[in-house]
Nanobody
Framework: QVQLVESGGGLVQTGGSLRLSCAAS????????MGWFRQTPGKEREFVAG????????YYADSVKGRFTISRDNAKNTVYLQMNSLKPEDTAIYIC?????????????????WGRGTQVTVSS
């Protein structure tokens, strides 16, 4: 079974950047589509970005399009989320997940394995 560990979160000022990493162990991610979600207290988990197993296609929530970039390095068994032009409303716990073979990227119930997340805080 694959385990996912996110890192790279922290405190940043508005307009700043962070690069999140999601490292997998226990199984190669090469054959799996992946996604990033975020969650804040009292709100539903929100889709942020997704990427196909090859990295050939990517998907983004409208709220982050043009600011965030998802990528992957299958040789390192790691998925990344580059976040630029950060805003206070981006403050959340960011969680990576392995997607099932069926269903849209945008729904959390189409993902089968989740990490614990990394906190991102953007100060105004």
């Amino acid at each position: 079974q694959v385990q996912l560990v996110e890192s790279g979160g922290g405190l940043v000022q508005t307009g700043g950047s962070l690069r999140l990493s999601c490292a997998a162990s226990g199984r190669t991610l090469t054959n799996y589509d992946m996604g990033w979600f975020r969650q804040t207290p009292g709100k539903e988990r929100e889709f942020v970005a997704g990427i196909t197993w090859s990295g050939g296609s990517t998907y983004y929530a409208d709220s982050v399009k043009g600011r965030f970039t998802i990528s992957r390095d299958n040789a390192k068994n790691t998925v990344y989320l580059q976040m630029n032009s950060l805003k206070p409303e981006d403050t959340a716990i960011y969680i990576c997940a392995v997607k099932s073979y069926a269903g849209t990227y945008f729904r959390g119930d189409n993902y089968v394995t989740w990490g614990r997340g990394t906190q991102v805080t953007v100060s105004s």
